[in-house]
């Protein structure tokens, strides 16, 4: 499955590309009224009008070229990291580094030295990862994309000291919709890659990687109707493989170029629903672990078990790890149990459970020493010894995030979305400083001028206020039957403002230090959701945007709207969130065939302007973008529509969360 945008899914769309390129849109089309100092344009077929401000007048030019900025934007640090529907993604590198993926980034982490690289050459979600047998080449694998550059599902094969890619697998059509699992050869030196598409049959290929730049492909054929979930070489005997995956094991002969299949049989045992991990051990049999929680041994070249282990875990079995000195350590995903056993598999009486909140075990690697690092079906990557107990090494949000606040004054900013939690974290020890079950889906959130308070809005019509601090819950209020989609408090701390879904912006006047809420009223005039809200510096007036783009202002103390653009150009917003307006006009993308933009914020100083949009780019603009030709810096690796953009307190760094791909990114500003 492709992300795609969800943010405008509730304005009529066209239902067709074609007739897409018949509605106007876009700022090439832009028109310039020096008489009335007024731009009119069209996005998605709504007429725009753009209100020069007073002093530019006379000296304004539409045909002039805004110039990208001088500074630019550097991955610094990703949070999360992708167990919730992935498997066998998470490994140790000779560096030290742990390797592993999230959204269209691979991250190579350090965690000893708390340092991060990233691998940014995939174009969308990333679904599974190999090591080769050398330990410095990765292959990893991607979902077909909405990227204009690379749009079909392949596999890139890259070093993982220098970060270059080596060869790139499947740019001919090669695989259809994306790749499910990947292996190298063990006894070869690694010469052959296994891939195993999505399509409706599961391909399964093999590849002389090295031959050509794009490699050659030495066979194809069908695997199964149903889902695979694993392929692995035996290291052993040089011709066979075997594929796991819903309701099968398939044994694959290789010998004379051509793959061969024998199915292997569960003989009087139940079949499971589904086989979930594979191992193999030093004398060459293969370990499955299944959905039934029990181990099978299958005998080297057989396709019968030899013996089976039964309810080794309470629900499905989904990592088997086996160590050095041959002990076996396997994970549960329902019980959350880790527990070791000997070569014979016997149970040595060491193990240990999870903490619920970090969900159930995905897969298993040797770390460092006799450490063990486990991926949870949470999103989390935990480390530790089965005596010695697990620590977080990276915490994830699980479901899609929305909700993004910076800290007034510290380096610290906050995350919550629709998997109910809220995290805040510290820019500087990439670590959260707490988090918080907030116990409903959250889609937006702002911080009081202070820090000393956050405001929540829930995906019904509730908001909810909490101490920053204690995490103590101050008060709870509902506007309206349906979400709010936007939050924010006037510069002064007077007023609370809140766009809904029900197309209203409702204010509050705030005093007692940010505990007492008393409504002053609702401003009446969007024909669609509001999706941003910014204040004047002197938090006298708000201007708001709309899913139908419109660009409204109003009287924050009485809640009038204003129509008098005389004093509407000349405002002075203390942030500019709203994607509408003479400052912004530039973002917009010239033609039809361009992207949403979901999001924007500008920089404390007033220098830059970055932008998050449908097709998850980030774009970074001089300020003001008040041209309709702005040239941008374009940056990439998410792998959804992004839903928020913002600058830290010091302008030194920019968060970025994606909506689906539940990742947030980490940019230095240099």
Request: proline letters at 3%; glycine letters at 8%; a neutral charge.
């Amino acid at each position: 499955m492709t992300s795609g945008s969800l943010f405008n899914l509730h304005v009529m769309r066209p239902s067709s590309a074609t007739a897409m390129n018949h509605i106007r849109h876009g700022t090439k089309e832009a028109t310039y009224n020096q008489d009335d100092g007024i731009i009119r344009l069209y996005l998605r077929g709504h007429p725009l009008v753009v209100h020069i401000p007073t002093d530019l007048l006379h000296s304004y030019s539409i045909n002039k070229v805004n110039s990208p900025p001088t500074q630019r934007l550097k991955l610094e640090w990703v949070y999360g990291y992708r167990g919730r529907d992935c498997r066998h993604n998470l490994f140790l590198l000779p560096t030290g580094e742990i390797v592993y993926f999230i959204a269209a980034v691979v991250v190579l982490y350090n965690v000893e030295d708390q340092i991060q690289r990233h691998y940014l050459g995939h174009t969308d979600d990333i679904k599974c990862l190999t090591i080769h047998p050398n330990k410095l080449l990765i292959a990893t694998g991607q979902v077909a994309s909405l990227d204009r550059r690379e749009r079909r599902p392949h596999v890139r094969i890259w070093d993982s000291v220098s970060l270059n890619t080596l060869h790139v697998i499947g740019q001919n059509g090669d695989f259809d919709r994306s790749i499910a699992c990947l292996a190298f050869s063990k006894l070869d030196g690694g010469n052959l890659l296994c891939v195993v598409d999505e399509s409706a049959e599961h391909s399964i290929s093999l590849w002389d990687w090295q031959k050509t730049e794009k490699a050659h492909k030495i066979t194809e054929t069908k695997t199964s109707c149903d889902p695979v979930l694993a392929v692995e070489f035996h290291p052993m005997d040089r011709f066979c493989l075997t594929t796991i995956g819903k309701g099968h094991i398939h044994f694959w002969d290789i010998e004379g170029g051509s793959l061969s299949k024998r199915l292997g049989t569960f003989e009087k045992q139940e079949k499971p629903k589904y086989v979930l991990c594979l191992a193999y051990n030093d004398l060459g049999e293969l370990l499955t672990g299944d959905s039934n929680g029990n181990i099978m041994v299958w005998q080297r070249s057989s396709n019968r078990p030899l013996r089976t282990v039964f309810n080794a875990h309470d629900g499905g079995v989904f990592t088997i790890c086996i160590l050095k000195d041959g002990t076996v350590v396997t994970g549960g995903g329902k019980d959350k149990r880790i527990v070791e056993w000997d070569g014979m598999l016997n149970r040595t009486g060491r193990e240990a459970k999870l903490p619920d909140q970090f969900g159930g075990v995905r897969t298993m690697t040797t770390g460092k020493g006799s450490m063990l690092m486990v991926g949870t079906t949470k999103n989390c990557i935990l480390q530790g010894t089965l005596t010695l107990n697990f620590s977080l090494v990276v915490q994830g949000h699980t479901d899609d995030l929305w909700a993004l606040a910076i800290h007034p004054t510290q380096n610290q900013f906050i995350t919550a979305g629709y998997d109910r939690c809220i995290h805040l974290w510290d820019t500087l020890s990439h670590s959260t400083v707490w988090s918080k079950d907030l116990g409903e889906p959250v889609h937006s959130c702002a911080f009081s001028p202070d820090g000393s308070v956050l405001v929540f809005t829930t995906v019904g019509s509730r908001w909810i206020v909490i101490d920053a601090t204690t995490r103590q819950l101050i008060s709870m209020h509902s506007d309206g039957n349906e979400q709010i989609e936007c939050v924010k408090y006037s510069p002064d701390g007077r007023f609370l403002a809140l766009g809904s879904r029900d197309n209203h912006v409702y204010v509050y006047a705030v005093s007692d230090e940010y505990r007492k809420y008393n409504r002053i009223g609702r401003c009446t005039g969007h024909s669609s959701f509001v999706n941003s809200i910014d204040f004047t510096v002197d938090g006298a007036y708000i201007q708001s945007c709309s899913g139908d783009y419109e660009h409204l202002f109003w009287n924050a103390g009485t809640c009038r709207q204003l129509n008098n653009m005389s004093i509407a150009r000349d405002l002075e917003w203390e942030t500019h969130n709203a994607t509408l307006g003479f400052n912004v006009l530039g973002i917009w993308p010239e033609s039809a065939d361009g992207s949403d933009v979901n999001t924007c914020d500008r920089s404390h100083s007033g220098k830059l302007l970055a932008t998050g949009d449908d097709f998850g780019k980030i774009n970074v603009y001089s300020y003001p973008a008040s041209q309709p030709k702005c040239l941008n810096h374009s940056y990439a690796g998410h792998s959804s529509h992004i839903t928020a953009v913002r600058f830290m307190a010091d302008d030194s760094r920019l968060i970025s969360i994606g909506g689906r791909d539940s990742t947030i990114m980490q940019w230095t500003v240099s």
